[in-house]
Protein backbone atom coordinates (compact mmCIF):
# COMPACT_ATOMS: atom_id res chain seq x y z
CA UNK A 1 0.00 0.00 0.00
CA UNK A 2 1.19 3.37 -0.80
CA UNK A 3 2.36 5.75 2.49
CA UNK A 4 -0.23 7.83 3.59
CA UNK A 5 0.85 11.67 4.03
CA UNK A 6 -1.03 13.69 6.16
CA UNK A 7 -0.27 17.75 4.55
CA UNK A 8 -2.04 20.12 7.35
CA UNK A 9 -3.65 23.12 6.12
CA UNK A 10 -4.29 26.71 8.52
CA UNK A 11 -6.23 29.57 7.49
CA UNK A 12 -3.63 31.02 5.58
CA UNK A 13 -1.65 28.03 4.50
CA UNK A 14 -0.55 28.30 0.89
CA UNK A 15 1.69 25.12 -0.27
CA UNK A 16 -0.24 22.61 1.03
CA UNK A 17 -1.57 21.99 -2.45
CA UNK A 18 2.04 22.11 -3.96
CA UNK A 19 3.02 19.05 -1.02
CA UNK A 20 -0.23 16.91 -2.02
CA UNK A 21 0.78 17.18 -5.67
CA UNK A 22 4.42 16.27 -5.18
CA UNK A 23 3.50 13.49 -2.80
CA UNK A 24 1.25 12.02 -5.15
CA UNK A 25 4.31 11.99 -8.36
CA UNK A 26 6.30 10.26 -6.25
CA UNK A 27 3.30 7.43 -6.06
CA UNK A 28 2.10 8.29 -2.11
CA UNK A 29 -1.33 8.69 -0.93
CA UNK A 30 -1.96 12.53 0.48
CA UNK A 31 -4.67 14.33 2.21
CA UNK A 32 -5.37 17.46 4.08
CA UNK A 33 -5.51 17.68 7.66
CA UNK A 34 -7.51 20.54 8.50
CA UNK A 35 -6.26 22.28 11.26
CA UNK A 36 -9.30 22.48 13.61
CA UNK A 37 -9.75 18.59 13.63
CA UNK A 38 -7.39 16.70 16.73
CA UNK A 39 -6.49 14.26 14.66
CA UNK A 40 -4.20 12.95 12.29
CA UNK A 41 -6.51 10.80 11.08
CA UNK A 42 -4.22 7.58 11.11
CA UNK A 43 -1.90 8.74 7.95
CA UNK A 44 1.84 7.31 7.87
CA UNK A 45 3.67 10.68 8.26
CA UNK A 46 2.39 14.39 8.36
CA UNK A 47 3.95 17.73 6.75
CA UNK A 48 3.28 21.00 8.13
CA UNK A 49 3.42 23.31 5.36
CA UNK A 50 4.27 26.64 3.77
CA UNK A 51 2.14 30.14 3.94
CA UNK A 52 1.24 32.21 6.41
CA UNK A 53 -0.70 30.49 8.84
CA UNK A 54 -3.02 32.90 11.19
CA UNK A 55 -1.69 35.57 8.89
CA UNK A 56 1.83 35.33 11.42
CA UNK A 57 -0.04 37.45 13.57
CA UNK A 58 2.13 38.27 16.56
CA UNK A 59 4.73 35.59 15.28
CA UNK A 60 4.82 33.03 12.75
CA UNK A 61 3.43 30.23 14.21
CA UNK A 62 2.51 31.42 17.71
CA UNK A 63 -0.78 31.02 16.91
CA UNK A 64 -0.96 27.98 14.59
CA UNK A 65 0.62 25.98 17.38
CA UNK A 66 -2.35 26.02 19.59
CA UNK A 67 -4.84 24.97 16.66
CA UNK A 68 -6.25 21.46 17.41
CA UNK A 69 -4.56 19.43 15.30
CA UNK A 70 -1.25 20.48 16.36
CA UNK A 71 -2.32 18.34 19.72
CA UNK A 72 -1.99 15.29 17.42
CA UNK A 73 0.30 15.71 15.79
CA UNK A 74 3.14 16.17 18.71
CA UNK A 75 1.15 12.98 20.20
CA UNK A 76 2.07 11.17 16.60
CA UNK A 77 5.61 13.07 16.86
CA UNK A 78 6.08 11.35 20.13
CA UNK A 79 4.84 7.96 19.55
CA UNK A 80 7.93 8.37 16.36
CA UNK A 81 6.07 9.85 13.40
CA UNK A 82 7.53 10.86 10.84
CA UNK A 83 7.07 15.11 10.77
CA UNK A 84 8.38 17.47 8.44
CA UNK A 85 7.62 21.15 9.06
CA UNK A 86 8.74 23.32 5.69
CA UNK A 87 9.20 27.03 5.96
CA UNK A 88 5.99 28.39 7.70
CA UNK A 89 5.81 24.92 9.22
CA UNK A 90 9.16 24.78 10.33
CA UNK A 91 8.15 28.11 12.22
CA UNK A 92 5.38 26.69 13.57
CA UNK A 93 7.29 22.79 14.64
CA UNK A 94 9.44 25.47 16.62
CA UNK A 95 6.65 27.42 18.10
CA UNK A 96 5.26 24.09 18.68
CA UNK A 97 8.44 23.19 20.78
CA UNK A 98 9.10 19.91 18.76
CA UNK A 99 12.08 21.53 17.27
CA UNK A 100 14.79 23.16 19.12
CA UNK A 101 15.21 27.23 18.39
CA UNK A 102 13.20 29.71 16.83
CA UNK A 103 13.00 31.45 13.40
CA UNK A 104 13.71 35.34 13.69
CA UNK A 105 13.83 37.94 10.73
CA UNK A 106 16.22 37.70 7.73
CA UNK A 107 19.62 39.35 7.96
CA UNK A 108 19.35 41.98 5.68
CA UNK A 109 15.71 42.38 6.50
CA UNK A 110 14.50 41.70 2.81
CA UNK A 111 12.07 39.11 1.93
CA UNK A 112 13.76 36.07 0.17
CA UNK A 113 12.81 34.48 -3.11
CA UNK A 114 15.24 32.96 -4.94
CA UNK A 115 16.68 29.28 -5.05
CA UNK A 116 19.86 28.51 -3.68
CA UNK A 117 22.18 25.48 -2.66
CA UNK A 118 21.83 23.07 0.21
CA UNK A 119 24.11 20.35 1.40
CA UNK A 120 22.79 17.53 2.68
CA UNK A 121 24.84 17.37 6.15
CA UNK A 122 22.85 13.99 7.29
CA UNK A 123 21.39 11.36 5.80
CA UNK A 124 19.92 10.27 9.23
CA UNK A 125 16.75 11.64 9.31
CA UNK A 126 13.25 10.88 7.80
CA UNK A 127 13.52 13.56 5.24
CA UNK A 128 17.56 12.80 4.32
CA UNK A 129 17.40 9.08 4.70
CA UNK A 130 17.55 8.68 0.79
CA UNK A 131 19.41 12.03 0.22
CA UNK A 132 23.12 11.13 -0.46
CA UNK A 133 25.37 12.58 1.89
CA UNK A 134 27.62 15.46 0.93
CA UNK A 135 25.22 16.36 -2.05
CA UNK A 136 24.78 19.56 -3.03
CA UNK A 137 20.71 20.17 -3.83
CA UNK A 138 19.14 23.34 -5.39
CA UNK A 139 15.99 23.88 -3.66
CA UNK A 140 13.68 27.49 -3.96
CA UNK A 141 13.40 29.25 -0.50
CA UNK A 142 10.74 32.14 -0.05
CA UNK A 143 10.37 33.69 3.56
CA UNK A 144 11.40 36.79 5.55
CA UNK A 145 11.76 34.97 8.70
CA UNK A 146 13.54 31.99 8.41
CA UNK A 147 16.79 33.21 10.04
CA UNK A 148 18.10 30.59 12.68
CA UNK A 149 18.43 31.55 15.76
CA UNK A 150 19.22 29.36 19.27
CA UNK A 151 20.79 29.25 22.48
CA UNK A 152 24.95 28.34 22.14
CA UNK A 153 24.26 24.71 24.14
CA UNK A 154 21.22 24.47 22.07
CA UNK A 155 23.72 24.59 19.16
CA UNK A 156 26.19 22.58 20.56
CA UNK A 157 23.71 19.88 20.93
CA UNK A 158 22.88 19.82 17.00
CA UNK A 159 26.64 19.89 16.20
CA UNK A 160 27.33 17.12 18.41
CA UNK A 161 24.11 14.73 17.73
CA UNK A 162 24.42 15.71 14.11
CA UNK A 163 21.22 17.24 13.96
CA UNK A 164 21.93 19.92 11.60
CA UNK A 165 20.65 17.91 8.54
CA UNK A 166 21.06 20.67 5.70
CA UNK A 167 23.07 23.92 5.20
CA UNK A 168 23.33 26.57 2.83
CA UNK A 169 26.03 26.51 1.06
CA UNK A 170 26.01 30.28 0.76
CA UNK A 171 24.10 31.76 3.97
CA UNK A 172 21.04 33.59 2.52
CA UNK A 173 19.50 35.14 5.84
CA UNK A 174 22.28 34.95 8.78
CA UNK A 175 21.18 31.54 10.11
CA UNK A 176 23.53 30.47 12.44
CA UNK A 177 26.21 28.19 11.61
CA UNK A 178 24.51 28.34 7.84
CA UNK A 179 21.69 26.36 9.09
CA UNK A 180 18.78 25.47 6.78
CA UNK A 181 17.36 22.60 8.06
CA UNK A 182 17.78 20.29 11.66
CA UNK A 183 15.76 17.33 13.10
CA UNK A 184 15.17 16.35 16.96
CA UNK A 185 16.76 13.78 18.69
CA UNK A 186 14.40 10.82 17.64
CA UNK A 187 15.37 12.20 14.18
CA UNK A 188 11.85 11.73 13.03
CA UNK A 189 10.72 15.48 12.78
CA UNK A 190 12.84 17.63 10.52
CA UNK A 191 12.16 21.25 9.90
CA UNK A 192 13.76 23.10 7.16
CA UNK A 193 13.07 26.55 5.44
CA UNK A 194 13.69 25.74 1.66
CA UNK A 195 10.77 24.27 -0.20
CA UNK A 196 11.65 20.67 -1.54
CA UNK A 197 8.06 20.67 -2.89
CA UNK A 198 9.09 23.12 -5.44
CA UNK A 199 12.01 21.70 -6.63
CA UNK A 200 9.87 18.64 -7.64
CA UNK A 201 10.13 18.78 -11.76
CA UNK A 202 12.26 19.85 -13.98
CA UNK A 203 9.37 21.90 -15.59
CA UNK A 204 9.70 23.78 -11.86
CA UNK A 205 13.53 24.48 -12.90
CA UNK A 206 14.55 21.64 -10.13
CA UNK A 207 14.23 18.20 -9.62
CA UNK A 208 16.40 17.90 -6.60
CA UNK A 209 13.76 18.13 -3.53
CA UNK A 210 12.64 14.50 -5.02
CA UNK A 211 15.53 12.33 -3.12
CA UNK A 212 14.29 14.33 0.35
CA UNK A 213 10.08 13.78 -0.03
CA UNK A 214 11.27 10.34 -1.38
CA UNK A 215 13.18 9.80 2.29
CA UNK A 216 9.87 10.86 3.48
CA UNK A 217 7.83 8.58 1.55
CA UNK A 218 10.17 5.56 2.02
CA UNK A 219 10.18 6.59 6.14
CA UNK A 220 6.27 6.59 6.30
CA UNK A 221 6.24 3.26 4.05
CA UNK A 222 8.64 1.57 6.58
CA UNK A 223 6.76 -0.30 9.45
CA UNK A 224 7.76 1.56 12.51
CA UNK B 1 -10.66 44.77 39.89
CA UNK B 2 -10.09 45.36 36.37
CA UNK B 3 -6.21 46.05 35.39
CA UNK B 4 -4.08 47.87 32.34
CA UNK B 5 -1.83 45.89 31.22
CA UNK B 6 1.14 47.18 29.03
CA UNK B 7 3.05 44.05 27.73
CA UNK B 8 6.24 45.37 25.94
CA UNK B 9 8.29 42.22 23.87
CA UNK B 10 12.28 42.38 23.04
CA UNK B 11 14.85 40.76 21.28
CA UNK B 12 16.42 39.17 24.23
CA UNK B 13 20.19 40.54 24.95
CA UNK B 14 22.40 38.83 22.87
CA UNK B 15 19.78 38.21 19.78
CA UNK B 16 20.36 40.24 16.34
CA UNK B 17 17.88 42.33 15.66
CA UNK B 18 18.32 43.79 12.32
CA UNK B 19 15.63 45.95 12.09
CA UNK B 20 17.11 47.48 14.78
CA UNK B 21 20.66 47.22 13.25
CA UNK B 22 18.92 49.02 9.99
CA UNK B 23 17.44 51.49 11.96
CA UNK B 24 20.84 52.78 13.90
CA UNK B 25 22.59 52.74 10.37
CA UNK B 26 20.43 55.13 8.39
CA UNK B 27 20.03 57.87 11.85
CA UNK B 28 23.77 59.24 10.71
CA UNK B 29 21.99 60.22 7.19
CA UNK B 30 19.84 62.14 8.94
CA UNK B 31 22.24 63.74 11.12
CA UNK B 32 21.72 61.97 14.32
CA UNK B 33 25.35 60.94 15.31
CA UNK B 34 25.24 60.28 18.39
CA UNK B 35 22.27 57.41 18.73
CA UNK B 36 23.27 54.10 19.38
CA UNK B 37 21.85 50.97 20.87
CA UNK B 38 18.46 50.76 19.14
CA UNK B 39 16.39 48.40 19.66
CA UNK B 40 12.75 47.41 18.06
CA UNK B 41 10.17 45.42 19.86
CA UNK B 42 6.34 45.84 20.02
CA UNK B 43 3.84 46.88 22.95
CA UNK B 44 0.24 44.70 23.41
CA UNK B 45 -1.97 46.12 25.96
CA UNK B 46 -4.78 44.92 27.62
CA UNK B 47 -7.43 44.79 30.59
CA UNK B 48 -7.46 41.81 32.77
CA UNK B 49 -9.83 41.29 35.81
CA UNK B 50 -8.12 39.76 38.92
CA UNK B 51 -9.09 40.02 42.52
CA UNK B 52 -5.68 41.98 43.40
CA UNK B 53 -2.72 42.84 41.39
CA UNK B 54 -0.09 40.27 42.47
CA UNK B 55 -2.97 37.78 40.69
CA UNK B 56 -3.45 39.96 37.76
CA UNK B 57 1.01 39.77 37.32
CA UNK B 58 0.93 36.05 37.75
CA UNK B 59 -1.72 35.48 34.97
CA UNK B 60 0.05 37.63 32.71
CA UNK B 61 3.62 36.46 33.52
CA UNK B 62 2.09 32.94 32.42
CA UNK B 63 0.29 34.51 29.35
CA UNK B 64 3.29 35.98 28.15
CA UNK B 65 5.48 32.89 28.81
CA UNK B 66 2.97 30.68 26.99
CA UNK B 67 1.97 32.72 24.27
CA UNK B 68 2.87 36.74 23.79
CA UNK B 69 6.60 35.87 24.10
CA UNK B 70 9.20 33.60 22.18
CA UNK B 71 11.25 32.80 25.17
CA UNK B 72 13.86 31.75 22.96
CA UNK B 73 14.82 34.92 21.36
CA UNK B 74 12.71 37.36 23.42
CA UNK B 75 11.67 39.06 26.75
CA UNK B 76 8.82 41.01 28.40
CA UNK B 77 8.75 43.26 30.64
CA UNK B 78 5.23 43.78 32.39
CA UNK B 79 3.74 46.81 33.52
CA UNK B 80 0.20 46.65 35.43
CA UNK B 81 -1.76 49.56 36.98
CA UNK B 82 -5.45 49.56 38.11
CA UNK B 83 -7.61 50.40 35.32
CA UNK B 84 -9.59 54.12 36.14
CA UNK B 85 -12.89 54.03 38.21
CA UNK B 86 -14.26 54.74 35.41
CA UNK B 87 -14.06 51.75 33.08
CA UNK B 88 -16.45 49.64 35.18
Redesign the interface.
Same mark, same amino acid.
Given at each position: MAPRVGVVQFPGSNCELDVVEAVRLLGGDAEILWHGDATVAGVDAVVVPGGFAHGDYLRPGAIARFSAVMGAVSEFAAAGGAVVGICNGFQVLTEAGLLPGALQKNRGLKFLCTTVELRVESVESVLTSEAVHGAVLRVPINHFEGNYTCSPETLAELQDQDQVVLRYVQNPNGSVDDIAGITNAGRNVVGLMPHPERASSALLGSEDGLPLLRSLLATAGAPA | MLFSVLVEVS?REG !??D??GA?IERSLPHLGFDGVRGVRVGKSIRFDVEAADEGSARTEVDDLCRR??T?P !??EDATVTVTVAEAAAR
Open positions: - | L !VAPQTFLN !VI
